[in-house]
C-alpha cells in the first residue's frame, strides 16, 4: 500500500496517543480500585503493555494482518520485519498499540482478586490468538488495502474497533469473571450488592481524560491516512464521549439519588467506545445520539452484572462489551449507506453487523471461558482468601510496611482470644482493615483469653510509642516499651498525659494541646476536622540530658477514637522523627553551604589578584591581632575591646573595597556585638564568648578565600594581564571603594590623581597610606561631599571633586587630600561632642574653629545620623590618626566651609619611621 510521508507521520502519531491510553487505563483503575492493590493493577497495566506487544510482533500481527488462509486468519509476517518499509513499520506499530488496548480491559475487570501469572496467561491467549484470529476476520488485508476475512467480505464495517477491540476485549474479561468469581463481601446472602469505593477517585478522572485524548489517536489514526474525513471523526468522537457523559449523569442521578461518580466516568467512556465503530460514516446529530445511548446501555449492563452477582471491579464489561455491541449495530442504524460502501440495504446491513456481533460473542467468549477453565483446573486463576484480605500489594509483590506488620501481628493475638473496644470501621479500605484488626485484639484483651505477657510482647515490639487515653487524660496501664524510651520515663501508666509533656513545650503549646483533647473527647466534634487541629503533629521537645543540658526531638502524635460515646478512648501513637528532620536540616546546610562557597567563588573572581591577595595578609594580620587580644591576660579589658574595635574596622573597611559584602556584615556583627560590650557597666572575660565564636567564623571565611584564591591563581594572573595592567593597588582600591558608595547613596563623585605619584611613598608605607586614605575617602563621600541636589543649589557641579596629590618637601613626602564638599559642620561636631561627653560644654563654648577641628580625630565621635555598614561608629579617623602616627608623619587640616576641606599628610620620603604626632589644624 502507498503512504505519503505526511500519512505515516499522522500514523504514527496515532500510534503515541493510543500508547498514552495505557496511562489513561492505568490511573482509571488503580483510581477505581481498593489502595491495597493500587500497585499489582498498576503493574498489571504495564505488563499487559509488554506482553502484548511482543505477543503481537510473534504471532499476533502475522494471524492478523498475514497472507489470508480462507479467510480465517493470517499466514506470514510471523516475527515481523519492515525490510525498511516505512509502511510496514508504522502500520505494526499502531496495531499493537490496539492489541494492548483489548489486553488492558481485561486488567480492570478481574482487578483486586486475579493472580499475576494467570493474569499474564490471559493476556498471551488474547493477544497471540482471540484478538488477531477475529481482527483478520474483519480488517484482514489491510496491510495491503484490500478486505481478506471473512467478516468484512459479506460487508461488516468497524471502522476502529468497537467490536474488534473493545467487544472481544470484554467478551474474554466476562469469562474470566464467570470462572473468578467476584471479590469478597461483594455480594452477601439476603443484602444488596456492597459498593467498594475507590482508593483515589482525582486519579480515576484523570484516567479518563488521558483516555478521551488518547481516543482521537484511536479514531483519527484509523483512517492510516490524513485526509479529509480526519476532523470529522475527531469532532464525532468528542460529541460522543459528552453526550454518554451528560446522558448517563442524567439518567443515573435520580436513580442513584447522587451525582455517582461513575456516572461520569464510564458514561463518557461507553460514549467514545459506542462511536468507535460508526465514526467516520455518521454526521454529528448521530454520533451525539450514538454516545448517548451507548451511557444508557452501559448503565442498563452494570444494574444486570450486579442482578446476575458478576463482579466487574471498574466497569469494563458494561463499557467496552456492551457499549461496544451497540456502537457496531449502529454503524448500520445511522450510518451512511454510500460512505460504507458495502453496496447492502439498511436492513441487510443491521443482519451483518449482527452477525458479527455474534461471531465475536462466540470465538472470544467461547474459547476464553473454554482455555480459561482448563487453565484453572491445573492452576487457580484466583488469589486466595487471605491473600484477598491481605491485598495484592502484599500478597503479590511484597510491598510491606513496619505499620501493616503491627497489625499483622496484632490480627495473629487476636485469634486465640476475644478483645474488646471499637475502633470505627469502614470496609474495604486499608484504614478499615487496621481498625477491624485492632478491634480483635481489644476483643481479646477484654475478655482476658490472651494473657497479659503476650499482649505485652505485642507492645514490646512496637518500636512507636503506643497507649490509651481515657476521658481524664491518664496513659492507659499498658503502653508499648518504646513510649518510656521516646519520653524518657520508666513511670507512665496511669499518670497525667498533660503532666508528663509539660515541661518538654511551651506553655502557649500546652494550652493548644489542652484545648485539643477536649475536643477529642467530645462525641459531637467531627473526627476529619479535629485531625487537622492537632497541635502535636510535629513538635520540637526538649528534654533534660541530666548533664545540665537539653536533648532535642522532634515527634509527631496521631489521635484516634476508639469505643463508644458512654466508654470512649483515644489510642495515640508517637514517632520520633529527630532522624529524618535532622537529615533535612543537615541537607538544608549543605546546600546554603554550597551557596555560599559559590558566592565567595564568585566575588574573589572579579577582584583584582593583587588586592585581593593584599587583603588577605591584611585581615590575616588584624584576625591575629583580634585573637592575640583575646588571649592577652594582662590586656585591660578596655584596651581589649578598643582593640579589637580597631581591627574589625580595619577589615570591614577593606571588605567593603573589594565588594566582598558578606565579610562585611560579619565584620559589622563583630562591631555590633564590641559595642554593646563598651556600653556595658560591668564585662567579664566570659563575656567576649561572643566575640571569640564571631572571630572564628571571620578566620573560617577568610581561610576559604585564601584557599579558593590558590586554587584560581592561574585564572586571576590572566585577568590581571588583560585588565588591569599598570594601575596601582592605591588607585584601584580608592576607585572601587568611591564606585560602590556613591552608588549606594545616591552621590555623584570624580577622582583627579593627576598630581599623585604613588612611586613616592616608600615601599613600607604604602600599606597604611592606602588605609589612610580609604579611610578618608569614605568620609568625604559619606560626610563631605553634598547631595547633588544640594550642590546644584550651591552653584556649584553636580559632580563632587576629590583630588589625591603628592608633593616632595624638605625631605618629607606630602600627601594631600582634597574635596569640594560642605567642608567641617562646627555647630554638629560640637554638638555631638557635647552630647556624647566627649569635651565639657564650657570648653566646647571657648574653642576657636582650629582647636574644634581636633574633634573629628576623638575616638567614639561620630557625625553620622545612625550607624551603618558605612559610618557612625567614631572609628574611621581615629585611626587614621594613629596609623599616620605610626610611620611617623604629621597631619594638617584645611577648611573653608561650604567650599572644601583638605588633609595634608606628611611623612618621610626615606622610609624611616619617626616620632611625630598630628599637625595642628590650620
Known sequence: MDASMLDILWIMVSAVLVFFMQAGFAFLETGLTRSKNSINVAVKNLTDLGVSVVCFWIFGFALM????????????????HSDGSMWVAAFFLFQAMFCSTAATIVSGAVAERMKYSSYIVSTIILSALIYPVFGHWVWGGGLYGVADGWLARRGFVDFAGSTVVHSVGGWIALAALLIIGPRTGRFADGRKPLVIPGSNIPAAVLGVMILW??????????????????????????????????VALVVGWPIYGRPEVSLLLNGSLAGLVAITAPCAFVDETASVVIGGIGGIVMLGSVFLLERWRIDDAVGAVPVHLAAGVWGTLAVALFGDLDRLGTGLTRLQQLEVQSLGVLAAGVWAFGLAFLLLWLINRFMKLRVTPDEEIVGLNVAEHGASTEIFDLYRVMEDQSRTGDLSGRVPVEPFTEVGQIARRYNGLLDSLQDNLIAKSEYLNILDNVTDGL???????????????????????????????????????????????????????DPTTDPRSLMRLNPLGGCEFFFDDGKGSFLSKHLEFSFQRIGTAHELRAMVIIRDVTESILLSQEVEQTRQKTQSEMELFYRILHVDPRMLKEFIDSAEQELTTISQSLEDEIMSISDRIHTIYRCAHTLKGDSQVLGLDFLVDSAHALEERLNRLLKSSHVDNEDFLPVAIALSE???????????????????????????????????????????????????????????????IPAEHKKVVKDVLIQLTRNSVIHGIELPEERTRSGKSRFGRIRIATEMQSGQVVISFRD?????????????????????????????????????????LSTAERVDKNAGRGVGMALVRESVHSIGGKMKVLFQRGKYCEFQISIPANGLPRNGTPGAPA
Not at 494482518?65 to 480462507?70: K, Q, V, Y
Not at 577568610?702 to 588607585?731: K, M, P, Y
Open 65 to 80: 494482518f498475514g497472507a489470508t488462509r480462507a479467510g480465517l486468519f493470517g499466514t506470514t509476517y510471523f516475527f515481523v
Open 213 to 246: 485524548f488518547g481516543w482521537f489517536g484511536f479514531n483519527g489514526g484509523s483512517t492510516l491516512e490524513l485526509n479529509a474525513d480526519v476532523a470529522g471523526i475527531l469532532v464525532n468522537t468528542a460529541l460522543a464521549a459528552a453526550s454518554g457523559m451528560v
Open 467 to 521: 497507649f490509651l487515653l481515657d476521658p481524664e487524660f491518664r496513659i492507659g496501664a499498658y503502653h508499648s516499651s518504646a513510649l518510656e524510651k521516646i519520653l524518657g520515663r520508666s513511670t507512665l501508666s496511669g499518670e497525667p498525659f498533660l503532666e508528663v509533656i509539660s515541661d518538654l513545650l511551651p506553655h502557649k503549646t500546652m494550652e493548644s494541646v489542652r484545648d485539643f483533647l477536649d475536643l477529642l473527647f
Open 698 to 760: 571571620l578566620q573560617q571565611t577568610v581561610r576559604r578565600t585564601r584557599g579558593l584564591t590558590e586554587r584560581l591563581s592561574h585564572f586571576q594572573d590572566t585577568f590581571v594581564a588583560n585588565n588591569v595592567t599598570g594601575t596601582d593597588l592605591i588607585q584601584l582600591s580608592i576607585d572601587r571603594l568611591v564606585r560602590r558608595i556613591s552608588e549606594q547613596i545616591g552621590k555623584l563623585v570624580e577622582l583627579d590623581y593627576s598630581l599623585f605619584q604613588v612611586h613616592a
Open 820 to 860: 569640594d564638599g560642605r567642608g567641617i559642620d562646627f555647630e554638629s561636631l560640637r554638638q555631638r561632642a557635647q552630647d556624647q561627653g566627649v569635651v565639657a560644654p564650657e570648653v566646647l563654648a571657648s574653642q576657636t574653629p582650629q582647636e574644634l577641628v581636633k574633634l573629628i580625630f576623638a575616638e567614639g
